[in-house]
């Protein structure tokens, strides 16, 4: 349940992501830090590793100094949900000591602005889904019959396949233009070149926080236990290399090349009071598949295009809620086979697709295939990301005036090395 009385004593924007109620994890560094677990409230980061040595958590202190959080998270959600707690009781009391303690309060909060986030987790393992009805739908029109545009295992099963992990990079970097085979239409061989249709897709990802051994599954009731949080993720997408290669094993150099997430760990605790009802999933799933209760998310996501020295411009507004499958299906059906799960493996979503044009989250829908192009706001039009151009999502959930978001996911595309 929101707490809307409860507020920080640091002033934060109400349009600020990093309200009391979100209170998020990640890693930063700066000149004087190599790396340092973080939260975040308003404007600023909140160094846990500086904070520990007031022995407000009773930690080994030492959790906080490490590259990423997964020694952190596999303490378990019982540590994990108490350090958020004490956090969000430290910033609510006007007696907190770190109101009381002045040289405290100076090495603990920094200004988001003069940090630099880091790689939250090390992704051991990465799967992506394929679990956005309309998106799936569109995608199927497209190349297929319009009148069967879902595969016969579609709606029995959340489609996924495993990506690479050591090509996910957090919010700020940048990549060169992919380069591979393409078959033109109007040839009858391949041809090998730069990628010329570089798509996003427009995701969240879960990052897992409890392991598992071979063997085991993890059932819907119990699937929450075991994701740590959530974050944004642009899957970057080759589609001209996709096309020709996918058949018959799915994607592979058309998707390994990026992937984008943002630096910080939204929890599953302060998403839930952002829960909503979930699509009427018919033919009925087999049972291992099925759930009760409201298990999507409202999270509005916004991408936007910025051209080399050009401004934002908004080209998608979507919503998480849009997904047919939820992250307790896909964890479900991921390790009903004995799939085992490693602290910091990390699941995405699917591309994230609306209904109406304007919620299509890749630009093969949003420009219907090149049909359509998008005008941007300084007279250039994009079917697909030209190089220079810089893509954000943003994201946020949003009720009774209280906001909880994920900060920004952001990645700019160069020329082909």
């Given at each position: 349940m929101l707490n809307k009385n409860l507020k920080s004593w640091i002033e934060v924007n109400p349009k600020s992501d990093f309200s009391i109620h979100n209170i998020p994890f990640g890693i930063y560094s700066d000149k004087t830090v190599k790396h340092h677990a973080c939260s975040a409230i308003g404007d600023y980061i909140i160094d846990l590793y500086e904070l520990e040595s007031a022995d407000v958590f009773d930690l080994q202190r030492g959790i906080f100094e490490e590259k990423?959080?997964?020694?952190?998270?596999?303490?378990?959600?019982?540590?994990?949900?108490?350090?958020?707690?004490?956090?969000?009781?430290?910033?609510?009391?006007?007696?907190?000591?770190?109101?009381?303690?002045?040289?405290?309060?100076?090495?603990?909060?920094?200004?988001?602005?003069?940090?630099?986030?880091?790689?939250?987790?090390?992704?051991?393992?990465?799967?992506?889904?394929?679990?956005?009805?309309?998106?799936?739908?569109?995608?199927?029109?497209?190349?297929?019959?319009?009148?069967?545009?879902?595969?016969?295992?579609?709606?029995?099963?959340?489609?996924?396949?495993?990506?690479?992990?050591?090509?996910?990079?957090?919010?700020?970097?940048?990549?060169?233009?992919p380069k591979g085979q393409q078959k033109p239409a109007d040839s009858e061989l391949p041809v090998f070149g730069a990628c010329k249709n570089l798509d996003i897709e427009l995701e969240t990802a879960f990052i897992i926080g409890k392991q598992t051994d071979m063997g085991e599954s993890v059932s819907v009731e119990k699937a929450d236990e075991y994701i740590f949080g959530m974050v944004l993720f642009n899957d970057w997408s080759a589609r001209d290399i996709q096309t020709w290669?996918?058949?018959?094993?799915?994607?592979?150099?058309?998707?390994?090349?990026?992937?984008?997430?943002?630096?910080?760990?939204?929890?599953?605790?302060?998403?839930?009071?952002?829960?909503?009802?979930?699509?009427?999933?018919?033919?009925?799933?087999?049972?291992?598949?099925?759930?009760?209760?409201?298990?999507?998310?409202?999270?509005?996501?916004?991408?936007?295009?910025?051209?080399?020295?050009?401004?934002?411009?908004?080209?998608?507004?979507?919503?998480?809620?849009?997904?047919?499958?939820?992250?307790?299906?896909?964890?479900?059906?991921?390790?009903?086979?004995?799939?085992?799960?490693?602290?910091?493996?990390?699941m995405a979503s699917g591309t994230i697709s609306g209904h109406e044009p304007h919620e299509y989250g890749s630009l093969l829908e949003l420009a219907w295939r090149g049909t359509k192009p998008i005008k941007l706001n300084d007279g250039t039009e994009r079917k697909f990301v030209n190089d220079h151009d810089t893509i954000t999502i943003k994201g946020y959930c949003e009720k009774d005036g209280v906001r909880v978001g994920f900060g920004e996911c952001v990645g700019t595309v160069l020329p082909v090395k």
């Open positions: 990423t959080l997964n020694s952190f998270i596999a303490l378990g959600k019982t540590v994990t949900n108490s350090v958020r707690q004490k956090l969000i009781e430290l910033l609510s009391d006007e007696n907190s000591i770190l109101k009381r303690d002045e040289a405290l309060y100076k090495r603990v909060f920094k200004k988001q602005s003069e940090v630099q986030m880091l790689m939250p987790v090390h992704v051991g393992d990465y799967t992506d889904f394929y679990s956005s009805i309309d998106h799936a739908t569109n995608v199927g029109t497209m190349f297929r019959d319009p009148n069967n545009a879902l595969l016969p295992n579609w709606k029995h099963l959340p489609v996924g396949y495993h990506g690479r992990a050591s090509s996910i990079r957090v919010s700020g970097h940048s990549f060169h233009r290669e996918y058949v018959p094993l799915g994607p592979f150099l058309a998707k390994n090349f990026a992937s984008t997430i943002s630096p910080w760990i939204v929890t599953l605790e302060a998403l839930e009071p952002f829960r909503v009802k979930g699509y009427m999933q018919e033919p009925k799933l087999l049972p291992y598949l099925q759930y009760n209760g409201d298990k999507n998310i409202d999270i509005k996501l916004d991408v936007y295009l910025r051209p080399q020295n050009g401004t934002d411009n908004l080209i998608c507004s979507s919503n998480y809620k849009y997904m047919y499958y939820t992250m307790e299906q896909q964890l479900a059906h991921h390790t009903v086979n004995g799939c085992n799960l490693n602290v910091g493996d990390m």
